[in-house]
């Protein structure tokens, strides 16, 4: 009986976290992937490029894995494409736009032409073995984002994606009610949905609101004016180009991503510039100050992107000049309040008038994802029999959770999961039913993984820097044949420290000769001894502890 | 004639940034310096401990420095003494319990008694040189805050140290708004005013809202309730000790400066501590659990401190259970979102109640420094003729130029300088003139300060490691006599890294041997050459950049 074959929800990343976004529903051996994304490292990783979900076990079980659904373009939803897809080579389903995104990335990452990518609309119906593939239309931070519907024998599951209910949306459809509504009532077994804003009260306000703010800015402001926001806001771009186009000013764009969006989204018609607005950096100079706008990349303040350099007045094309308008058009994204708050000071110090702050005061800005009455709505419109919240660090979900009680789930039937915890439903019932290897990778450079021990040893490095000392001794001879060398770095800038180091040394040679003293004794003890006994020298001098290496060699 | 002689004013830390408060009255030769803060390091500073003004200028006119006033207690106005007094012995002259707060850090220090510590009130006057200094008391989120009078033959310069004003305050008097309208009436020539929330709009609310919440929770919390602020907040530990009373809890304390705090504000009368409330952490066990309240420290989730232990569970006498109720009474400091982030996540899965966000949401935390209208009130009541914004990063300068200007100040009245800047005034007219050495001194152990290169060296080590090459050679014998050796650290962990290893070696070693078959060649050739062709080829093998020592000795 079909009924008896399991249904299960797990994620390889996503919950308990914000950032690399993936999640596998299985039935029976069928198991279909949503999404691959990255997440960014924060300072405990250091020296670190990127973090992806570990994937030991889609490829301990590749034969099963049908193919990966991709909601959309953000990068924590598909910036883990270029790593995963190198272990594993799955058939990949995405809109028009977020396929468009993942071609660049595919491009620049040379697995263009291997992988099977198949674009789907919100109409489109897949089949894998027995579940049925269908979606339903969002509103978020990007177009074409898609929440999933798979149905089941044992029941229907649901997977919200990223989303907001844009009443009012740019240069797009609303989330299409009456579908969501048709789900709901064709019985929802679990819905699985984002929890982003879970601790927001209220409802998202419509990225129309932006459009309005920015367009009397563009009309008041007597000089240029920069506009620095996410590229792949295309809604937030395509209105930008509505006010210039409504107070006669052409735009330029500044950095890479921005660049590469406004094409693919031009090229797929998710984007309409007006005739001849669009200018190329280098002809601002020929234009008056009021004439001109800017979209610009670094909203966060990265360091090296657009607005940064701008404000560091390091950029080669365009200057930020006293009287100018800089508009940041985006939230600060946890852990990046230093750089940005950095980028305003500098930006104010070339004189310019910077609109800045939470979008709540400016109106620059609105979030992507759905706030408290948005999610209530989702769990009315989708009166699943379970919900586990995802997309959320642990308070996000675990306010998410509440919500859901308050609108009717059972305390019991609202799973807080981690990252590899399995959901099993097996007659119209579910529980956590086992867990499947799940954790992250760690992308340096071009090596896959770095592990604990290496990250440890950079970080302790960054604290106190290192301190070598080589020895060449000969026991045959009873001697020491060169050395004691100390090379040091990061610890005490070796001018100016000579007598520290010159006492160094002379620690060395002496457990160098007790060493050659005793007729005994093992080099592996020298080693040791030199460690310690110059650790506790140089932490009695300079309260430090920097790492010590001694390579102590026997001729 | 007195009045030729010039009276300046600067800054040696506390501009441009916020923390490391240093400022310098000078009239004629006479110097009186305003604090002396510490401010922390960012992620930019690895493995430093703490900044401090860099007081060259100080050190080299020592003669001419005839005292300290200390504003108030907090670290970025007194954190920096125990550093600085070790290069310059100057009386100093503070409110009692910020000499207290004072006299716990020289005694850590070991310097409690070598400096001469001067208890002054709001009605004291000093005379230094000709320059009469007198007080007036300000409300801030640290009792026993003032803010100082410098009246000169060339004018009166007002600093008004950190401030709001409380028009409720708790356990202590408002700011005198006599006074301060007497000193404006009087003639202002400057005034230096802080600028923290300078970008804030309205009006600072009073301490006292919060009392009523916190008394709120403590009547309905059937558990535990632990309440996580900053120590130095005595008017909040106050609110806290009275809620507790008329809610029949008993209150311990966790945390190394809780208590430090807590015992010296009680001996010198600004705590009072209803009698039987105060419990030891040990006597928590014996209670019921609704009769307990907990103050802590770590309401920024700093990971050593109490709350971030109790949130790992991992603290020895003191546990969070399920239904127990936190409070953060507190904002994050710009910089500790993330680990605050990971507190609270924590205490969530520990199955506390937590309440936390921004305290306008809470009503859980106020600010200690003035907004917009109250720094237009303090502009109104001074009435001075130059403004000189202090105390924030440049942007909040920048906001505090524009309320100087909305007020009637004049725009080139306005001075927004950088730390060393010279403001001189002269005949009534001021203007920036000159600039005298001002910078900042890392501490990191026992070390005074940390050059540039070894915090490149320490980034550049955080980011790609080390890999230390060693090899001992003999030109006259022409042969290698040991190595090469190579020794990684944070680059890639040695086990499963062997063939790169190895032919990392073979690089080396063919370096080695062309180097001995050029009978010409020097050895710091070598060691470049080592250096160049590894680097090579690490990079095209990992796609990473280590720092590459090559310690290689002749015989």
Chains 1, 2 share one sequence.
Do not use: W
């Not at 590749?62 to 272990?87: A, C, F, N, S, W």
């Not at 509103?139 to 997977?159: Q, R, W």
């Not at 769990?379 to 959320?392: E, K, Q, S």
Request: with cysteine; charged share 25%.
């Amino acid at each position: 009986m079909a009924d008896n074959i399991p249904l299960s929800f797990f994620a390889l990343g996503g919950v308990g976290e914000i950032g690399k976004n993936m999640y596998v529903i299985q039935y029976g051996d069928d198991m279909i992937v949503v999404d691959c994304g990255n997440k960014f490292p924060g300072d405990d990783l250091p020296g670190i490029d990127l973090i992806v979900p570990d994937i030991t076990h889609l490829v301990e079980h590749r034969d099963r894995v049908k193919g990966m659904i991709l909601t959309h373009g953000h990068e924590d939803h598909i910036g883990g494409l270029p790593y995963i897809l190198k272990q594993l080579q799955i058939p990949l389903y995405g809109t028009e736009l977020t396929l468009g995104l993942v071609e660049i990335k595919l491009k620049e990452a040379d697995l263009l032409g291997t992988i099977e990518l198949n674009t789907v609309t919100p109409d489109s119906r897949l089949k894998f073995g027995e579940v049925d593939v269908s979606f339903f239309k969002t509103n978020h931070s990007i177009p074409d984002c898609l929440g999933v519907v798979f149905e089941t024998p044992a029941g229907t599951i649901v997977h919200t994606g990223d989303f907001k209910f844009d009443l009012t949306p740019v240069n797009e459809e609303s989330a299409d009610l009456h579908r969501l509504a048709d789900i709901g009532k064709s019985g929802v077994l679990a819905l699985v949905s984002e929890s982003t804003n879970a601790e927001r009260p209220g409802f998202t306000p419509s990225e129309r609101v932006v459009g309005k703010h920015v367009e009397e800015v563009f009309r008041a402001a007597e000089q240029k004016v920069f506009v620095a926001t996410f590229a792949s806001n295309v809604h937030r771009l395509q209105q930008v180009f509505e006010a210039a186009r409504a107070t006669g000013r052409k735009v330029a764009l500044i950095g890479r991503s921005m660049v590469n969006v406004v094409d693919v989204s031009v090229r797929l018609g998710y984007l309409q510039i007006p005739d001849g607005i669009l200018i190329e950096p280098e002809d601002i100079a020929k234009l008056p100050l009021d004439r001109i706008a800017v979209l610009c990349t670094g909203s966060q303040g990265e360091p090296m992107a657009a607005l940064s350099r701008l404000a560091r007045n390091n950029h080669r094309q365009v200057e930020v000049i006293p009287g100018d308008t800089v508009i940041i058009s985006a939230g600060p994204i946890p852990g990046n309040e230093r750089n940005l708050s950095r980028t305003v000071d500098d930006l104010f110090k070339l004189g310019a008038h910077v609109i800045y702050g939470p979008g709540s005061a400016t109106g620059m800005h609105v979030s992507g994802h759905a706030s408290q009455e948005e999610l209530k709505l989702m769990l009315h419109l989708m009166r699943p029999r379970y919900v586990i919240p995802v997309h959320g660090e642990f308070r996000m979900l675990h306010q998410h959770k509440r919500l859901a009680e308050a609108v009717g789930i059972k305390k019991d039937h609202v799973f807080i999961i981690e990252n590899g915890d399995v959901v099993e439903f097996q007659n119209g019932e579910g529980r956590v039913a086992g867990k499947v290897p799940a954790g992250r990778t760690l992308v340096d450079g071009l090596v896959g993984d770095v592990g604990n021990i290496v990250l440890r040893d950079r970080r302790s490095l960054s604290q106190d820097g290192i301190l070598v000392v080589v020895v060449t001794l000969s026991k045959s001879l009873n001697t020491m044949l060169s050395g004691p060398d100390i090379v040091s770095r990061g610890f005490v800038y070796d001018r100016g420290s000579e007598d520290l180091l010159e006492q160094a040394k002379q620690i060395v040679e002496k457990s160098v000769h007790l060493f050659l003293e005793k007729p005994d004794a093992r080099l592996h003890e020298l080693r040791r001894n030199v460690k310690e006994s110059l650790g506790r020298f140089l932490f009695e001098q300079t309260k430090r502890r920097p790492m010590i290496v001694a390579m102590i060699t026997e001729i």
